[in-house]
């Protein structure tokens, strides 16, 4: 028999697989044998994938404006990720506590 905590962290990853699966959209027409239509698929970003933003370099440029130059600033995926691992530990600790509430209610 599979751990309390296995059972979360099987139950976590399935919920996780459905908030954060790849989201596939569009429309396709099927007629007589041939078809046309569009398909769109929207992926994660790359993990590695640079975040940049513009920051001012203290020069004056053109009308008297502050020059600006791009500089990274983390990565693309930081904020998603940051909110899957909230999603994660919320999602376990609370399919932990209704097991464990569970098995207490079956020994009573």
Do not use: W
Request: hydrophobic share 30%; glycine share 10%; with cysteine.
């Amino acid at each position: 028999m599979p751990t309390k905590e296995q059972i979360a962290h099987d139950l976590t990853m399935i919920y996780m697989r459905n908030r954060y699966g790849v989201s596939v959209s569009g429309d396709f027409n099927l007629c007589g044998g041939s078809g046309n239509g569009s398909v769109k698929t929207e992926h994660f970003p790359d993990v590695f994938e640079p975040q940049y933003e513009k920051v001012g370099t203290g020069e004056k440029g053109i009308f008297g404006l502050e020059k600006k130059e791009k500089v990274q600033s983390g990565y693309v995926a930081d904020d998603l990720l940051e909110e899957m691992t909230e999603t994660y530990l919320h999602t376990y600790h609370r399919l932990y506590q209704m097991l464990c509430e569970r098995e207490a209610a079956e020994t009573i």
